[in-house]
C-alpha cells in the first residue's frame, strides 16, 4: 500500500526556491551555478566545433548542387535539438558530481534554517573539503542504481504492445530517481546508508514522487535545469525534516 501524500510532496520544490533565496543560503547556491555554467558553456562550444567539422565533411560528401549545400541548416537544426536534450537529460547527473560537495553543505545550512539545530559541528570550507571523497561516493552509488533500471525500462521499450507502458514507467522511475537523488543529501548529512534511505522514501512513497516530478519536468527545461537542483538540494532538505528525517533519528 502506497503511502505518503502527493499533493504535499509537490510543495516541496516551490518551498525548495523559496529557500535558495535566504541570504545565509544563496553564496552555496551561486558557486556550483557559476561552476556549471563556466563547463557547460565550454561543452556546448567544444561540441559546436566539432558539429561544424562533421557538418563540413558530410556536406563534402554530397553532390556539389547548390541546393542541396544550402541544407546545411537542416543539420544545425539537429545539432541544436541533440545539444538541448544532451543538456536536459546530462545536466542533473554532471551538476551533481560537480556540485555534490556544496550541495550537502547547502542541504546542511537549510535544515539548520528549518530547524535552528546544528546538523555537523564542521563548519564552511572545512565541511565541503572533507566530504567530498563520500560525497562523490554517494553520487556513484546513485549512478549505480540508476544504470540497470534505465537498462531494463530501455529493453522494455523495444517489445511491442509492453512498450505503450515503458513511457508511464519512465516518467515514475525518473521520479523517483529524482527524490532520491536529492533527499540523499540531508539524508548522508546524518549518515544515514544509501540503502536506508530508499527504504525510508519507500515509506513515504507518494510523497517521495510527489517531489520528485516537478524536478523531473523542471530537469528537462533549458536554463531552468541551472537553477532546480539547487532548489530541488533545499526542498529535499525541507521533505528530509518533515516526512521521514529528522522525526526518526
Avoid at 553532390?63 to 546545411?72: G, H, K, T, Y
Avoid at 530547524?115 to 563548519?123: A, F, L, N, P, Y
Avoid at 540531508?186 to 517521495?208: C, G
Wanted: net charge neutral.
Amino acid at each position: 500500500m502506497l503511502r505518503g501524500n502527493f499533493f504535499r510532496g509537490l510543495g516541496y520544490l516551490g518551498e525548495g526556491f523559496h529557500l535558495i533565496r535566504q541570504p545565509g543560503l544563496r553564496l552555496f547556491v551561486v558557486i556550483p551555478l557559476v561552476i556549471n555554467i563556466f563547463l557547460f558553456g565550454l561543452l556546448f562550444y567544444f561540441l559546436g566545433e566539432l558539429f561544424g567539422a562533421l557538418i563540413a565533411t558530410a556536406m563534402g560528401w554530397l553532390p556539389d548542387w547548390a541546393w542541396l549545400q544550402a541544407l546545411d541548416w537542416l543539420f544545425w537544426i539537429l545539432y541544436g535539438a541533440v545539444i538541448l536534450l544532451m543538456l536536459a537529460y546530462g545536466f542533473v547527473i554532471i551538476a551533481n558530481l560537480i556540485g555534490s560537495p556544496f550541495y550537502g553543505y547547502l542541504a546542511e545550512l537549510t535544515e539548520k534554517h528549518l530547524t535552528g539545530q546544528e546538523v555537523s559541528t564542521d563548519e564552511g570550507w572545512t565541511a565541503i573539503i572533507k566530504d567530498i571523497p563520500r560525497a562523490l561516493w554517494r553520487e556513484v552509488q546513485k549512478i549505480a542504481y540508476y544504470l540497470p533500471r534505465a537498462i531494463g525500462l530501455f529493453i522494455i521499450g523495444l517489445i511491442p504492445v509492453v512498450n505503450l507502458v515503458a513511457a508511464v514507467l519512465w516518467f515514475l522511475f525518473n521520479s523517483w530517481m529524482m527524490a532520491l537523488q536529492y533527499v540523499d543529501y540531508p539524508a548522508d548529512n546524518h549518515k544515514v546508508s544509501f540503502k536506508a534511505l530508499r527504504q525510508l522514501l519507500a515509506d513515504t512513497r507518494l510523497s517521495a514522487l510527489g517531489f520528485g516530478l516537478p524536478v523531473a519536468l523542471a530537469a528537462m527545461v533549458p536554463v531552468l535545469n541551472l537553477i532546480v537542483v539547487p532548489a530541488a538540494v533545499c526542498g529535499a532538505t525541507a521533505y528530509w525534516v518533515r516526512e521521514n528525517g529528522a522525526t526518526r533519528i
